[in-house]
């Protein structure tokens, strides 16, 4: 089946660093890739949209600026959290969908756990 | 904005009991509908799907049936299990190709 993997699972950074995070699809070519965040209480919230070759889409109140991501090929998509701060601690999940199956699902990573001290 | 709501949890039931998590949507037309189930320590997973009205998901016991008259996907099982336990998210697939999902709902099952 269909594999995202997302590396890595765990970091620790300092405030004001900045972390990449990778995402990819290992078996199919993904033109689309979405990130989440994942809160305290379960809540899963997309944050963006990447697109191969072009533009993140945001959501609403998802700092462009803070959240840089780049989608360079269909397999591979990077989130990088610019100059962390402890607020940004959090679980972030990446996700891809097989191309070109009618309302294919999701495929998820397994996420990273970020912590900025 | 386009948005998903599902029951919160957490729920405790005991082994072998009838489970029902309520979920409703908000995008209009025909989005995809789908349940996810994140086991501890695990990563996402898709448990079911239902791409049209009256559509019923089914998987592991679990069912779902697309409900566009009252925009609603809600979980079922008759009789849930220990290995059960889990976090389950309800989500949606927009026209605009992005997902949307609920907050989840823990399920914990006791013997």
């Known amino acids: 089946g269909a594999v995202v993997s997302q590396h890595p699972s765990w970091v620790i950074c300092k405030s004001g660093t900045s972390v990449k995070i990778e995402c990819r699809s290992l078996?199919?070519?993904?033109?689309?890739m979405f990130w989440y965040r994942q809160f305290p209480k379960q809540s899963l919230m997309l944050m963006a949209t990447?697109?191969?070759?072009?533009?993140?889409?945001?959501e609403q109140g998802v700092e462009k600026d803070k959240f840089l991501i780049n989608h360079a090929s269909l397999t591979l998509s990077t989130l990088t959290v610019t100059s962390a701060h402890p607020e940004d601690s959090s679980f972030y999940i990446c996700?891809?969908?097989?191309?070109?199956?009618?309302?294919?699902?999701?495929?998820f990573g397994n996420g990273t756990r970020l912590t900025v001290t | 904005g386009d948005s998903v709501t599902q029951m919160e949890g957490p729920v405790t039931l005991s082994e072998e009991a009838c489970l029902t998590i309520n979920c409703t949507y908000t995008a209009t037309g025909y989005p995809s509908l789908f349940w996810y189930v994140q086991y501890p320590g695990e990563g996402l997973q898709l448990l079911l799907k239902?791409?049209?009205?009256?559509d019923k998901g089914s998987n592991k016991g679990f069912e779902a049936t697309y409900r566009k008259e009252t925009t609603s996907f809600h979980l079922e099982k008759g009789s849930v299990q220990v290995s059960d336990s889990a976090v389950y998210f309800c989500g949606e697939r927009t026209a605009g190709n992005q997902f949307y999902f609920g907050t989840g709902t823990s399920l914990t099952v006791i013997p």
């Open positions: 239902a791409t049209k009205a009256d």
């Open positions: 990447s697109n191969e070759g072009s533009k993140a889409t945001y």
């Open positions: 996700s891809a969908r097989v191309e070109g199956q009618k309302a294919a699902p999701l495929h």
């Open positions: 078996d199919f070519q993904a033109t689309t």
